[in-house]
């Protein structure tokens, strides 16, 4: 029987600079966002290269779970695209307005308090 092991690593918030554990199921990270910097913006979007040397490579952007929260509060029509229920959090008390949970024989989705609702059976 094939086992299979989650890939852990630290990895620093490009946001806030704290380090955090990632895991990663086919290196996508379980506790955060990484994003392509090059898929960013445009011309007109702060990506102008006009400075950089040819062989110049942009990095991925790295930003935990908490200033993902911080971003996407502050932008709430960004928030509105990520949806309810993006992730799971099993926590007695929602980590964002962004979390579900299953619990028993209900889903659970969080509210902008930061409660658990019961929305029904799980899928």
Known sequence: ???????KKIIECDACG???EAGSQEFIFDNGWV???K???YYGGFDDEMFADE????D???MCH???????????????TVGKGSH?????TPCCQWAWRSSGDTLQLANMELEWVDVGPPA
């Open 35 to 37: 994003m392509k910097s």
């Open 60 to 62: 991925d952007w790295f």
């Open 55 to 58: 062989d110049e490579e942009r």
């Open 18 to 20: 704290e380090y955090y």
């Open 88 to 92: 799971p959090c099993e926590d007695e």
């Open 39 to 41: 898929q960013f913006g």
């Open 1 to 7: 029987m094939t086992e299979l092991k989650l890939l």
């Open 66 to 80: 908490d200033c993902i929260v911080v971003l996407l509060e502050t932008f709430p029509k960004l928030g509105a």
